[in-house]
């Protein structure tokens, strides 16, 4: 059987992440590639062998390309996937899948007037460990929720000198480079909260640090994001029957749940990233012109809920 081909829109860190379990996981390769940088879309094509071209259309239109992935700075996904869609591609993009909810919404509904599938990576519920976590929350394996507590800190902009973290004009800030994380795991799990409230630190235009308290009427779930210090990341979950906890949560290989049944440890040791591209394959392949995992509603949900923590932070971008 044949492997579906990728076209990889832009040849950073996270691209060559998935690229290495692309091409281990089998049932995709990698086509081509382009990136701003000559440099880097030559190395990349060069370590996971495929094509490097000069122009985004050569990219997409190489031989055997059926699907896009882009993974380029937050600021540059609603041009790309417009790009891709004109040409009738496929596309898996990165998140934050835009700058802002009306972004999204507007790449949806021109992607699905002309009838082109479009798809959030949001890799994480691509996985098992996070599936099972729903899977106990909604059996109420720890019964009724009383709380959650969700920490994804890190000094990002210590840790790495990208100017991506906190040039206001790539969508740069905490909230939307890894707050995502956070805000789509609570998400996923209950649902839309019926009040968002959000304060946090702000430098240069772009947010460094907040702190986000979903209400939820019975319980609230707590978040708190930081690329200036550190706190590690983890999910805590408590119930009046129990208490169901997650560390490193985005990419979790293990998760625990302490109920009236006892005491559950899910383990999972597969590829995280490449899931999802095998999943869109699939999708673009029976004719699906969105992801059953990663629906647009839950992406623009998301998008919905990070605008209005922006909004009470005074965080705006260029051209949003």
Known sequence: MEKFGWAFIGAGRMARKAAAEVTAEGSCRICSVWSRREESSSSFAARYGCAAYDSVEGALTAEGVRGAYISLVNSAHAQYIKECVDLGVPVLCEKPFTLSERQSEEAFAYAKERGIYLCEAMW???????????????????????????????????????????????????????????????????GMPSAVDCGGATSGGVDLEENIVFDYGSFTAKIY??????????????????????????????????????????????????RQFARAAEEISSGALSSSVIPPQGTL????????????????????
């Open 124 to 190: 994480t519920w691509f996985n098992p460990v996070a599936q099972k976590v729903k899977e106990w929350v909604r059996s109420r394996r720890i019964g009724k929720i009383r709380s959650v507590e969700a920490t994804y800190a890190f000094p990002l902009v210590k840790m790495s000198s990208n100017p991506r973290l906190v040039r206001r004009e790539l969508g740069g800030g905490a909230l939307l480079d890894i707050g995502v994380y956070p805000v789509r795991y609570i998400y996923e799990l209950f």
């Open 301 to 320: 949900d998301v998008m919905g809920i990070m605008d209005e923590c922006r909004r009470q932070l005074g965080v705006v971008y260029p051209g949003e």
């Open 225 to 274: 994001v930081s690329m200036v210090r550190y706190h590690g990341e983890r999910l805590i979950i408590r119930g009046d029957g129990g208490v169901i906890k997650v560390n490193g949560f985005h990419a979790a290989r293990r998760a625990v749940c302490r109920g009236a049944e006892g005491r559950e440890v899910f383990r999972d040791g597969g590829l995280l990233y490449a």
